[in-house]
């Protein structure tokens, strides 16, 4: 099942910059092993914004919903999530 995820990082603006580096790394940690897994396919940043788009391949609304909780930034995200279909003028 494809899904498109927006997300938008609101991290507060008195966080110390240790902790959000540390959150930050979790983060690309975490991001970077679900692309190798081949679960989190595309991930593009939307420029001028601390936000991006993402496209994740997987098995159900429940692993998608891990998945994104289980991000370190969840805590301070919000997520716009749309499920996608084949088109049928697609060539691929």
Known sequence: ????????????????????????AREKEYSQGLQRQGKWQQLHRV????????VFDVDS???LHAILSGLPLFPYMTMQVTALAHHPSSIR
């Open 1 to 24: 099942m494809l899904y498109l995820v927006r997300m938008d990082v609101h991290l507060p603006h008195d966080m110390p910059a240790p902790q959000a580096d540390e959150i930050k």
């Open 61 to 63: 609304h429940d692993e």
């Open 47 to 54: 420029v001028g914004e601390y936000a991006n788009y993402s």
